[in-house]
C-alpha cells in the first residue's frame, strides 16, 4: 500500500547556525570575523552570527577561549579552524540535519498511516 504525505510533514531546508565568539582584545579574533564573513558568502542559508565578548552578557559555559566555533550549539573550534574544514563541517552537519529531518517525517507519516488503518480494522 502506498501512504500518502502528511501535508503536516513537509520537509522543508533546516537552519544550521555557526555562532563565532571573539574577544575586542583578542589578535586572533580579526581573522575569525573574517572567517565568518567568508562562510556567510560561501552558505547562504548557513545563519552566521559573530558574538563579540565585551563583558555585558555572559558567554556560553562551552566557551573558554576565543575564537571559539559553536555550530547549532555544538563547539567544533576553539581557534580558527582551516576554511576548508569549516567548510566541510558546516556541508557534512547539512547533510545529516537534512537525512534526520526526512526520517522524522518519514517516521511521524508512518505513524499516522498505521493509526488511520487500525481505525478502519476496528470498524
Same mark, same amino acid.
Given at each position: 500500500?502506498? @501512504?500518502k504525505?502528511? %501535508?503536516k *510533514?513537509?520537509?522543508?531546508?533546516? +537552519?544550521i547556525?555557526?555562532e563565532v565568539?571573539?574577544a575586542?582584545?583578542?589578535p /586572533?579574533?580579526? $581573522? *575569525?570575523r573574517t572567517?565568518a564573513?567568508?562562510m556567510?558568502e &560561501?552558505?547562504? /542559508?548557513?545563519a #552566521?552570527?559573530l558574538?563579540?565578548l565585551?563583558g555585558?552578557?555572559? *558567554?556560553? @559555559?562551552q566557551v #573558554?577561549?576565543?575564537?571559539t !566555533?559553536l555550530l547549532?550549539g555544538e563547539?567544533?573550534?576553539?581557534?580558527n579552524? @582551516? &576554511?576548508?574544514a569549516?567548510a566541510r563541517?558546516v556541508a557534512?552537519h547539512? #547533510? &545529516?540535519?537534512r +537525512?534526520r529531518l526526512?526520517?522524522? /517525517?518519514?517516521?511521524? #507519516?508512518?505513524? &499516522? %498511516?498505521?493509526? $488511520?488503518?487500525?481505525? !478502519?480494522?476496528d470498524?
Amino acid at each position: 500500500m502506498r @501512504r500518502k504525505l502528511d %501535508s503536516k *510533514a513537509k520537509l522543508t531546508k533546516p +537552519r544550521i547556525s555557526l555562532e563565532v565568539f571573539v574577544a575586542p582584545d583578542c589578535p /586572533a579574533s580579526q $581573522e *575569525a570575523r573574517t572567517i565568518a564573513g567568508e562562510m556567510r558568502e &560561501r552558505f547562504p /542559508a548557513l545563519a #552566521v552570527d559573530l558574538i563579540v565578548l565585551d563583558g555585558r552578557r555572559p *558567554a556560553p @559555559r562551552q566557551v #573558554v577561549a576565543t575564537p571559539t !566555533y559553536l555550530l547549532d550549539g555544538e563547539v567544533i573550534s576553539l581557534g580558527n579552524p @582551516r &576554511r576548508e574544514a569549516l567548510a566541510r563541517e558546516v556541508a557534512l552537519h547539512g #547533510v &545529516r540535519e537534512r +537525512r534526520r529531518l526526512h526520517l522524522c /517525517a518519514r517516521q511521524s #507519516v508512518g505513524a &499516522r %498511516s498505521d493509526r $488511520e488503518e487500525e481505525k !478502519y480494522q476496528d470498524d
